[in-house]
T-cell receptor
Framework: QVQLVQSGTEVRKPGASVKVSCKAS????????VHWVRQAPGQGLEWLGV????????TYAQRFRGRVTMTRDTSTTTVYMELSSLRSDDTAVYYC???????????????WGQGTLFTVSS | EIVLTQSPDFQSVTPEEKVTITCRAS??????LHWYQQKPDQSPKVLIK???QSFSGVPSRFSGSGSGTDFTLTIKSLEVEDAATYYC?????????FGQGTKLEIK
């Protein structure tokens, strides 16, 4: 069955970086784009960007450009999201999610990871 | 970016009641509107895709309608397990955006 399994909780100081992983299984990794969405405590959902696991191409939300980097490792079927220059308002649960449409970055998210909480605190 | 505005933000409802949640987009998004349910400490789950298409495994009491800029999620007869926060999501253009959420509480 399709699964997206994310890395565990992280704590970082302001100004640091964090890299979260999302290991995919149960489907052809290179066929489905993977998005990252975050949710601050008690808040709604915010889209950060998307990566094409086949070619590695990315599209990032304007407000995160320059701070976010999405990469993938096809040998381990893992997608990574790194966020730098962390601020306290980056404290959130970060989710990876798969686009339902094969070969497309567009559409709904049919499978989600379990979420990774990272806390930014001095 | 496209702004999605949901109403209401919160609703307290009794079992078997019919519930309607609306989502208004700041511009025409065609049929690229999806609905998710999120329970505490869980990831969001798809309920409805492309305005009105049911998603595999979702109970038939959930339905969607609308077009262009105005959309509705309807729960025909609320069950206790439907206590959750509901989000609309547009996939018409990047950056993808979500409504602010509607929290349903069961009386």
């Amino acid at each position: 069955q399709v699964q997206l399994v994310q890395s565990g909780t992280e704590v970082r100081k302001p100004g640091a970086s964090v890299k979260v992983s999302c290991k995919a299984s149960g489907y052809t990794f290179t066929t489905y784009y993977v998005h990252w969405v975050r949710q601050a405590p008690g808040q709604g959902l915010e889209w950060l960007g998307v990566i094409d696991p086949s070619g590695g191409g990315t599209t990032y939300a304007q407000r995160f450009r320059g701070r976010v980097t999405m990469t993938r490792d096809t040998s381990t079927t893992t997608v990574y999201m790194e966020l730098s220059s962390l601020r306290s308002d980056d404290t959130a649960v970060y989710y990876c999610a798969r686009t339902a449409n094969s070969g497309s970055s567009t559409g709904l998210f049919d499978y989600w990871g379990q979420g990774t909480l990272f806390t930014v605190s001095s | 970016e496209i702004v999605l505005t949901q109403s209401p933000d919160f609703q307290s409802v009794t079992p078997e009641e019919k519930v309607t949640i609306t989502c208004r987009a700041s511009e025409n998004i065609g049929s690229n509107l999806h609905w998710y349910q999120q329970k505490p400490d869980q990831s969001p789950k798809v309920l409805i895709k492309y305005v009105s298409q049911s998603f595999s495994g979702v109970p038939s009491r959930f339905s969607g309608s609308g077009s262009g800029t105005d959309f509705t999620l309807t729960i025909k007869s609320l069950e206790v397990e439907d206590a959750a926060t509901y989000y609309c999501h547009q996939s018409s253009s990047f950056p993808y955006t979500f409504g602010q959420g509607t929290k349903l509480e069961i009386k």
